[in-house]
């Protein structure tokens, strides 16, 4: 697939080196060329410097017709502004925008972007978010303590009940989007394929949250 970084501070230049390593098509952008000396030495990828919410300079990393996009500079501002270009503009479904200020991401949420907070977040997260689409926060509270993140059931909670499932992270499935509907589930619901679960859990659940998942269900 192809991924679109921009920034290639500690965050970027981790990300950009691992998915490359992975075998993904990478571009990287930075406004400084300095900042490229951070990717592995053996990075295959491009990078383009530039200012990363430009449309020529996403034109030039190749933004149109990519697969994902992550905007992991130090700005936040900078961040959901070339998230939302990259979303409303080329159309790039697999949006990601890193931020500093918690408090904020309400705001952002509201504009469709998912958003990942700079502490609880590895690479590896991140990674997975942009490769497979697993686990991305779509909101926080502004003390940061709860968070909904959105997540495919993995296959095996597929027949359990919804309420199994959370609870695996001290919280509540609030909705589930199937067959393109989203509802609220009740203590009835079980899980099945393909359900987009919309889980209301404590912040510090979120980061192992993906490897609690795939454990499955306890056994009676």
Same mark, same amino acid.
């Given at each position: 697939?192809? #991924?679109?970084?921009?920034?290639?501070?500690? %965050?970027?230049?981790? $990300?950009?080196?691992?998915?490359?390593?992975? @075998?993904?098509? %990478?571009? %990287?952008?930075?406004?400084?060329?300095?900042?490229?000396?951070?990717?592995?030495?053996?990075? @295959?990828?491009?990078?383009?410097?530039?200012?990363?919410f430009d449309r020529a300079v996403l034109e030039s990393a190749g933004l149109d017709g990519a697969d994902a996009f992550a905007a992991?500079?130090?700005?936040?501002?900078?961040?959901?502004?070339?998230?939302?270009v990259a979303r409303e503009t080329f159309g790039v479904e697999r949006v990601i925008a890193r931020i500093y200020d918690a408090g904020?991401?309400?705001?952002?949420?509201?504009?469709?972007?998912?958003? %990942?907070?700079? #502490?609880?977040?590895?690479?590896?997260?991140?990674?997975?978010?942009?490769?497979?689409?697993?686990?991305?926060?779509?909101?926080?509270?502004?003390t940061g303590s709860v968070a909904l993140v959105a997540l495919t059931a993995p296959p095996v909670w597929v027949g359990t009940p919804?309420?199994?499932?959370?609870?695996?992270?001290?919280?509540?499935?609030?909705?589930?989007?199937?067959?393109?509907?989203?509802?609220?589930?009740?203590?009835?619901?079980?899980?099945?394929?393909?359900? $987009?679960?919309? $889980?209301?859990?404590?912040?510090?659940?979120?980061?192992? $949250?993906?490897?609690?998942?795939?454990?499955?269900?306890?056994?009676?």
């Open positions: 697939m192809r #991924v679109i970084i921009m920034g290639c501070g500690r %965050v970027g230049a981790a $990300l950009a080196t691992e998915l490359d390593a992975c @075998g993904h098509d %990478v571009v %990287v952008i930075d406004r400084e060329q300095s900042a490229f000396a951070r990717l592995a030495e053996d990075f @295959g990828g491009r990078t383009v410097t530039g200012v990363g992991v500079s130090s700005g936040d501002n900078s961040n959901i502004i070339a998230a939302r904020r991401a309400a705001v952002y949420e509201r504009l469709g972007i998912p958003t %990942v907070a700079t #502490v609880p977040w590895a690479t590896g997260r991140l990674v997975r978010y942009i490769t497979s689409g697993s686990s991305p926060v779509v909101w926080r509270d502004k919804v309420d199994d499932l959370a609870a695996v992270a001290g919280g509540r499935v609030a909705a589930i989007s199937r067959f393109g509907e989203c509802r609220i589930p009740d203590r009835d619901t079980l899980v099945q394929a393909d359900d $987009l679960l919309h $889980l209301a859990v404590p912040a510090g659940a979120v980061d192992g $949250l993906d490897d609690a998942l795939e454990r499955g269900p306890a056994d009676d």
